[in-house]
């Protein structure tokens, strides 16, 4: 009895301000274009909006006034009506920032102490972004240098040739001329767009040339890597530098600083599938962003960055790294597949000054299309799943292969990992959350301090 009255009012005690000025908690959404950030949104916001979420712990939610805000807000009601369409739709593709912003009343941890309030916030962030964040260390010209080793390569010849061409034949001391300076941009700005689209590349930087910011390009985005010491090359480096330099403030700024906990969201089954090259560049991107995200809460580089801007730096509390569209895969797979989300994330090797519970991984469906069956295969059963087609009204089975549960040796690559059917999402029923594997857990994890 003691044990439970302190398990009760513990929480109470540890936010007691909670009942005086409700708490704001802001979770920014991220991976790149396709990852399933609008699904995953609009998933969210169903779960949380239908009664007795979260085990009863959630009491009432209801969106939140757009009030006064700047930043647009997320059109739940467009992209849930996609999901409820007859046959269900896949909301339109948007690569807006926006927020979705509900006001909870939380469960009191004793029956005669009133509900508490929050003010929860998602906020739709492009992972692009996040590649940004090897930048903050590196010079222009070892990040030059390292680009031109990437974009040599012979396999990617087809989509950097140009802009390769153009860079050699430019004189060591070429002039810091305006239309030389577009020029190579323009050529650096398709390359990357070449190597995303046909080579399923994601490790392409700087993430904003592929995702600008809202609003008008400033001078300093138009820049390109080049090697040498020239007044073109010093002109570059002085806007790789204000890039450099905004990016950094970006993260602290009111916008996207104010974020404190981080979902980062990745197509790991479709980068298996598109192959060796396109998964070994999906694993430095989500290295290179949970080294940056680590980077940002160590305590050092917490003070470093506030003496750099004099500004309170916005340390991120948690961050869940989650595979997403895990329906194309049966649920054994799905165990696989969030071991292997944690391993390609660094979880469970961190060094010491990592508080417990601050990052975890899961394998995810926002909308779920598919149900598992056992399929016999020459003979042999295996863990498959049935959907669905887009446009089609038969079930259609799919087992793409063995989810391997760390990346994967050259054996992996002899036997590709098969394609994934294109499945409608399930229809939705009245009054229920969007049907989905593994929501409710990834927002527990989310929100466990403050519930
Ligand atoms: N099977 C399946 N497909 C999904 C799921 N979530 C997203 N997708 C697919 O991925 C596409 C891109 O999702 P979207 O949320 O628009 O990605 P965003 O660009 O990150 O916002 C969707 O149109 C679907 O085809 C899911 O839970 N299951
Ligand atoms: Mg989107």
Redesign the pocket.
């Known amino acids: 009895m003691a044990q439970g009255w302190r398990a009760a009012v513990m929480p109470a005690l540890r936010a007691p301000l909670d009942y005086v000025r409700p708490r704001t908690v802001r979770i920014g959404v991220t991976?790149?274009?396709?990852?399933?950030?609008?699904?995953?949104l609009?998933?969210l916001a169903s779960t949380l909006l239908a009664p007795g979420a979260l085990g009863g712990r959630i009491r009432r939610a209801r969106l939140a006034s757009a009030g006064a805000e700047t930043l647009p807000r997320f059109d739940q009601a467009a992209h849930l009506a996609a999901l409820a369409a007859d046959p269900p739709r896949?909301?339109d593709?948007?690569?807006a920032v926006s927020l979705l912003a509900f006001d909870l009343e939380l469960r009191p941890p004793l029956k005669s102490l009133p509900p508490r309030s929050l003010r929860l916030e998602l906020l739709?962030y492009p992972?692009e972004w996040l590649l940004d964040l090897p930048l903050l260390d590196l010079s222009f010209a070892d990040w030059s240098q390292s680009v031109f080793t990437r974009l040599e390569q012979p396999g990617l010849l087809d989509a950097t040739r140009d802009f390769l061409a153009f860079a050699r034949a430019l004189p060591a001391h070429a002039t810091a001329d305006e239309a030389l300076a577009a020029a190579g941009h323009r050529l650096y700005v398709a390359a990357l767009t070449r190597l995303r689209d046909t080579h399923g590349l994601v490790m392409l930087q700087p993430g904003r040339f592929l995702m600008p910011p809202p609003g008008a390009a400033p001078p300093w985005m138009g820049f390109f890597p080049l090697t040498g010491s020239g007044p073109l090359a010093e002109l570059m480096r002085r806007r790789y530098d204000a890039y450099v330099t905004a990016t950094r403030e970006a993260l602290v700024s009111p916008l996207f600083g104010q974020i404190d906990r981080l979902v980062v969201?990745a197509?790991l089954l479709g980068a298996l599938h598109t192959g060796a090259a396109a998964f070994a560049d999906a694993r430095a991107a989500l290295a290179a962003a949970s080294a940056g995200l680590r980077w940002q809460g160590s305590w050092l580089a917490s003070i470093a960055s506030l003496a750099a801007l004099r500004l309170p730096p916005r340390v991120i509390t948690r961050v869940a790294y989650a595979a997403?569209?895990?329906?194309?895969v049966s649920e054994r797979q799905r165990g696989n597949l969030a071991a292997l989300m944690g391993a390609l994330t660094g979880q469970g090797s961190r060094g010491g000054d990592e508080p417990v519970g601050r990052s975890a991984s899961f394998a995810?469906?926002?909308?779920?299309?598919?149900e598992d069956f056992v399929w016999t295969l020459d003979g042999h059963p295996v863990s498959a799943v049935r959907?669905r087609l887009l446009g089609s009204d038969r079930l259609t089975r799919s087992y793409p292969g063995e989810v391997p549960d760390r990346p994967p040796g050259p054996d992996f690559w002899a036997h590709p990992f098969l394609e994934?059917p294109?499945?409608e999402?399930a229809r939705l029923a009245r009054g229920v959350p969007v049907p989905?594997?593994g929501i409710e857990a990834l927002l527990g994890f989310l929100l466990e301090d403050l519930l």
């Not at 997403?324 to 194309?328: E, I, L």
């Open positions: 991976g790149l274009a396709r990852a399933g950030k609008t699904v995953l609009t998933s896949w909301p593709r948007t690569d739709d992972g969201l197509d997403s569209k895990a329906d194309h995810i469906a926002s909308a779920r299309c598919t959907g994934l294109a499945f999402p989905n594997i």
